[in-house]
């Protein structure tokens, strides 16, 4: 087949050369062009790329950030919480431990019957 296409250009006049030479100039004019687009449109994503990477990455470094600032925020309520249930037990063993006291007290005759509500009223009014 590749002989015949050699024989049919040799048997073709000059203008039919020419015509085709010219034909085959602008195909490759058109070939140059369209891999100039595709080689700027790969250099535009290639920005955009870049681009999204960045705002991803620095999107991520917020998040971890906002992370970071819940996560202490969360320890310091946790701590205060157990804070205050310590503050609360050792309130409690006072009064078990006045408790207790009282009713020794009251083995010997002198009992208060009103000290432990005397005792939470004033609690109250201290917080």
Known sequence: ???????????MNQDSIVSMVQSLQQEKIQIMQSLL???????????????????TREKEAQLYHLYEIRRQTDNEESRRYINSLEDQLASLRKQLQSTASNKNMGASGAQDLFAGYREEMQRERTT
């Open 1 to 11: 087949m590749e002989v015949s296409k050699r024989d049919s250009l040799f048997t």
């Open 37 to 55: 687009r595709a080689q700027q449109d790969m250099t535009m994503m290639r920005t955009q790329y870049t681009e999204v990477m960045g705002l």
